[in-house]
């Protein structure tokens, strides 16, 4: 794994928010998943304390274009176009497979994909 906080992963998919261009590892894509559930587990038990989802609605706000483009550069760094993401069964698969070694037509590889 690349060197650094796990929390790194998340922040850094959150600046790069609208970035569809470039590749993410697998550490990258999936820590980001990783604190994205968990932070929408505990917005839910806050939003059951408080009796509104307000903060769960606009968290969810918040991570929907990060999460999109997370999953797109995932999907570029296994060498397909992000439109595979739309196929629920098929981007799963494609999501959790290692990255293409060295440069493909999206971008240099990123950073170490052996996790």
Known sequence: ???G???????KCIKN?????GRAN???YWYF??????ISIGLLFVSRIIGTDILRGLYVLFSFLP???AGVRRLHDTDRSGWWLLLP????????LPGTPGDNRFGPQPG????
């Open 112 to 115: 170490d994909d052996r996790a």
């Open 33 to 38: 998943a990783l604190f994205n559930f968990l």
């Open 67 to 69: 999460s999109i483009a």
């Open 26 to 28: 697998r550490p990258e």
């Open 1 to 3: 794994m690349q060197s």
């Open 89 to 96: 069964i098929v981007n799963i698969i494609f999501l959790c």
């Open 17 to 21: 928010y609208v970035t569809f261009n």
């Open 5 to 11: 906080n796990p929390f790194d992963f998340y922040i």
